[in-house]
């Protein structure tokens, strides 16, 4: 059971004289994909890294599983975080790319080989193990972005703009793998993006954002059907 509670956060960078997080309230619940959907600029990365603990909060509670979070570190929050750039490893392979966070984290062996053997299945990279990242097209490397990141079954899943370095067609199926591995692992999820068709599709809850303040709340059909 993870829900994900934020009360009254907000976030000033070092320098800048306005808040970049303005009053930011919301209760994931367990197992809930959440989308945030705003401009450039409009904090939705800073909020995902702060509940990623790769940001301080500057005033407000931020809550995982009840327990308030602001002061853990990021490697004592057991979240799985996936970027726009993939961030592979370009000397290793994919099975390395997927076992190295494991491996950092002193998994045996044998539980390494059964994780990374059943995310590969998951996601369909079997026969694509052995091979370095250079060798592999746009959506498989992102496919194994994916697998790195499920491999430790954390109960959080936080996205930043996964899909918006890959072309049109290969956005919109790896749209459709991202739900349907979501009903698979039912993982709680926070996703961001600026495309409305990829909020509607995979949101059960729509976050609207502007210059740092929460516009709208609410399903897909709530959202968009009250503009
Ligand atoms: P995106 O719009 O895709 O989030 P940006 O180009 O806004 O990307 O930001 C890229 C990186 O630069 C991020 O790590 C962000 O934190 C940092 N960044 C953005 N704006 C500023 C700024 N005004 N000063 C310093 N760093 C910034
Ligand atoms: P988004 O993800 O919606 O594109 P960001 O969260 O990256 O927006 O940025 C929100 C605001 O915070 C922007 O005005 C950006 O310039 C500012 N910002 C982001 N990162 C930094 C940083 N490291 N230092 C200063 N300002 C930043």
Do not use: W
Not at 15 to 27: A, C, E, I, P, R
Not at 59 to 87: C, E, H
Not at 162 to 188: C, F, G, W
């Amino acid at each position: 059971m993870v829900k994900v509670d934020l009360d009254h956060v907000y976030k000033q960078y070092k320098g800048n004289d306005k808040y970049s997080v303005t009053d930011f309230n919301l209760h994931i619940k367990d197992q809930e994909f959440i989308v945030f959907v705003g401009p450039s600029g409009c904090g939705k990365s800073t909020t995902l890294r702060m509940i990623a603990g790769l940001e301080d909060i500057s005033k407000g509670t931020l809550k995982i599983g009840g327990k308030v979070m602001n002061d853990v570190a990021p490697k004592n929050r057991d979240i799985a975080m996936v970027f726009q750039n993939y961030a592979l490893y370009p000397h290793m392979t994919v099975y390395d790319n997927m076992a190295f966070g494991l491996k950092l984290r002193k998994y045996s062996k044998d539980d390494i080989d059964k994780r990374v053997q059943r995310a590969a299945k998951i996601l369909g990279l079997t026969e694509y193990l052995k091979r370095k990242p250079a060798a592999l097209s746009g959506g498989q490397r992102q496919r194994v972005a994916l697998g790195r990141a499920i491999v430790r079954d954390a109960p959080i899943f936080l996205m930043d703009e996964p899909l918006s370095n890959l072309d049109a067609k290969l956005r919109v199926s790896m749209r459709a793998e991202i739900a349907k591995l979501h009903q698979q692992l039912k993982t709680t999820t926070i996703y961001v993006t600026h495309d409305q068709t990829e909020a509607m599709t995979l949101a059960d809850r729509i976050v609207i954002i502007k210059d740092g303040i929460q516009q709208q709340v609410g399903s897909p059909m709530e959202v968009y059907n009250n503009p």
